[in-house]
Nanobody, 118 residues
Framework: QVQLVESGGGLVQPGGSLRLSCAAS????????MGWYRQAPGKERDLVAF???????KYTHSVKGRFTISRDNAKNTVYLQMNSLKPDDTAVYYC????????????WGQGTQVTVSS
């Protein structure tokens, strides 16, 4: 079993910044991809960004240039630095980890609320 614990969410004004963290623990040999997803009220859960174990990254178009994903493999932790936040970024943010030879296993965190409002 793998457990993911997120932290760093909260209330921020438009234009502000937040840094989310997600720490993985449990029976981990090697995590392949770690990513962040978000779900706004009444909407589906969508990919925000992911990073591979080779540090390749991908971002959804709406956050490019504002968000940065990074990881510390020694700590099995992934981060999401969010700058220039907008009200449309308001959502519950979820961390996801994938592992296994074909990345056939995955786990999700419990989610952390990010609210961007004046």
């Amino acid at each position: 079993q793998v457990q993911l614990v997120e932290s760093g969410g909260g209330l921020v004004q438009p234009g502000g910044s937040l840094r989310l963290s997600c720490a993985a623990s449990g029976s981990i040999y090697s995590i392949n991809t770690m990513g962040w997803y978000r779900q706004a009220p009444g909407k589906e859960r969508d990919l925000v960004a992911f990073i591979t174990n080779g540090n390749s990254t991908k971002y959804t178009h709406s956050v490019k240039g504002r968000f940065t994903i990074s990881r510390d493999n020694a700590k099995n932790t992934v981060y999401l630095q969010m700058n220039s936040l907008k009200p449309d970024d308001t959502a519950v943010y979820y961390c996801k980890a994938e592992w296994g030879y074909f990345s056939e296993y995955d786990a999700w965190g419990q989610g952390t609320q990010v609210t961007v409002s004046s």
